[in-house]
């Protein structure tokens, strides 16, 4: 998930954070911020949702050939 948000979070570093040294933390403590953010709000939500909707992959038997 990191690199689904790692670009767009520097191009808007890139417009209001001056110096290669500032960017580089300030980026990526805010990409793991959202990163997180999006893991928590977003992915695992609809995880569940596909739990809730298909089973878990557990419970699931695959016979054996």
Do not use: C, N
């Amino acid at each position: 998930m990191f690199d689904l948000w790692h670009y767009p979070v520097l191009r808007l570093l890139l417009k209001h954070v001056s110096g290669v040294y500032a960017q580089a933390p300030v980026g990526l403590i805010v990409t793991l911020i959202v990163t997180d953010l999006s893991w928590r709000f977003v992915e695992q939500p609809f995880l569940r949702l596909k739990e809730r909707r298909f089973g878990s992959p557990a419970t699931h038997t695959i016979a054996a050939t």
